[in-house]
Nanobody, 116 residues
Framework: QVQLAESGGGLVQPGGSLRLSCTASGSQWIRFNDMGWYRQGPGKQRELVAKITSAGITNYADSMKGRVTISRDGAKTTVYLQMDSLQPEDTAVYYC?????????WGQGTQVTVSS
């Protein structure tokens, strides 16, 4: 059974940066088609922030382009999200997501709050 564990959320001032991490566990033979991050702000629907495929192709939400960078470790079981120039509208719960063909997995989420 695959589990995703996020870390790195917290409170940051506008203009600040945070780095989120997500590590998958459950099998040493995990091979994800893609891993990424979604977020859900107060009263909003969950939306894609960024994702990276097994081939290393990245995809970013238009609202986050230029401010976030997704990367992963060599084993391809940990994915990172570097977020810069954060604004109050970036306040949300950020969820790690992974897909193995038709099976999807979600982390429990990590809160990111941008406030002065």
């Amino acid at each position: 059974q695959v589990q995703l564990a996020e870390s790195g959320g917290g409170l940051v001032q506008p203009g600040g940066s945070l780095r989120l991490s997500c590590t998958a566990s459950g099998s040493q033979w995990i091979r994800f088609n893609d891993m990424g991050w979604y977020r859900q702000g107060p009263g909003k629907q969950r939306e894609l922030v960024a994702k990276i495929t097994s081939a290393g192709i990245t995809n970013y939400a238009d609202s986050m382009k230029g401010r976030v960078t997704i990367s992963r470790d060599g084993a391809k079981t940990t994915v990172y999200l570097q977020m810069d120039s954060l604004q109050p509208e970036d306040t949300a719960v950020y969820y790690c997501h992974a897909r193995i063909w038709a099976d999807e997995y979600w982390g429990q989420g990590t809160q990111v709050t941008v406030s002065s």
